[in-house]
T-cell receptor
Framework: KNEVEQSPQNLTAQEGEFITINCSYS?????LHWLQQHPGGGIVSLFM???GKKKHGRLIATINIQEKHSSLHITASHPRDSAVYIC????????????FGKGMKLTVNP | NAGVTQTPKFQVLKTGQSMTLQCAQD?????MYWYRQDPGMGLRLIYY???????DKGEVPNGYNVSRLNKREFSLRLESAAPSQTSVYFC??????????FGPGTRLTVT
C-alpha cells in the first residue's frame, strides 16, 4: 500500500466548477505539500501546511492531522488550472525526505 | 534569479554509456535533491544533500552517484546507463525544511 494516496486519479470538469482533490496518508507527518505539474512538465510548489487551512487566490488547502487527510480545493476553475496535482508528505522523524503521491490529472474544459 | 537550472534538457544514451546531469541553484538553499519521475508512479527520491559536503541515499539510489560540489551545485552521475533508467529527472532545492523548488527536468532515454 502506498503511503500517500490521491483520489480521484483523473478528473474532468467544466470551467467555473468547484473542484476538490483528496490526499490520504498512512504515516505520521511533520508537513504536507501540494504541488502542481504543468502540461509542459514544470513542477511548482503550491502549499506547505502542517495544520488548519491555507488560501492563495482561488486555491484552498486544508489538512486534518487526526484523520491523516488533506484536500485541495479550486474555486471557479479555469482551463489554465489543467495540470497534475501532487500531494507529498514529510514523515515525522526529522528527515527532509518527501514521500509523493502519484498525482491527479485535472482537465478543465472551457 | 534563475532559480534551479538543469542541463541537459534532453539526452539519449546507449546502454552502458555514462553521463552526468548538472543542477545548480542561485537561492542559497542548503538542501538539494534528485528525483526521477516515471509514468504511473510518483516522484521518487534518488539522492539528497542536506548541506554542502553531505549526501544521503533516497528510495532508488542504485545505479547513480552524486556530488555536492559546492552550495550551488549538485550533480547526478550514471556510470553505466541501463534502459530501466529511462525517466524524467528533476533536481530540487529547499531552504530546509520548507517548500522545494524544482528545476525544469531532464528527459533521459536509454536505448
Amino acid at each position: 500500500k502506498n503511503e500517500v494516496e490521491q483520489s480521484p486519479q483523473n478528473l474532468t470538469a467544466q470551467e467555473g466548477e468547484f473542484i476538490t482533490i483528496n490526499c490520504s496518508y498512512s504515516v505520521g507527518i511533520s508537513a504536507l505539500h501540494w504541488l502542481q505539474q504543468h502540461p509542459g512538465g514544470g513542477i511548482v510548489s503550491l502549499f506547505m501546511l502542517s495544520s488548519g487551512k491555507k488560501k492563495h487566490g482561488r486555491l484552498i488547502a486544508t489538512i486534518n492531522i487526526q484523520e491523516k487527510h488533506s484536500s485541495l480545493h479550486i474555486t471557479a476553475s479555469h482551463p489554465r488550472d489543467s495540470a497534475v496535482y501532487i500531494c507529498a508528505v514529510r514523515p515525522q522523524g526529522g528527515s527532509e525526505k518527501l514521500v509523493f503521491g502519484k498525482g491527479m490529472k485535472l482537465t478543465v474544459n472551457p | 534569479n534563475a532559480g534551479v537550472t538543469q542541463t541537459p534538457k534532453f539526452q539519449v544514451l546507449k546502454t552502458g554509456q555514462s553521463m552526468t546531469l548538472q543542477c545548480a541553484q542561485d537561492m542559497n538553499h542548503n538542501s538539494m535533491y534528485w528525483y526521477r519521475q516515471d509514468p504511473g508512479m510518483g516522484l521518487r527520491l534518488i539522492y539528497y544533500s542536506a548541506s554542502e559536503g553531505t549526501t544521503d541515499k533516497g528510495e532508488v539510489p542504485n545505479g547513480y552517484n552524486v556530488s555536492r560540489l559546492n552550495k550551488r551545485e549538485f550533480s547526478l552521475r550514471l556510470e553505466s546507463a541501463a534502459p530501466s533508467q529511462t525517466s524524467v529527472y528533476f533536481c530540487a532545492s529547499s531552504p530546509s525544511p520548507y517548500e522545494q523548488y524544482f528545476g525544469p527536468g531532464t528527459r533521459l532515454t536509454v536505448t
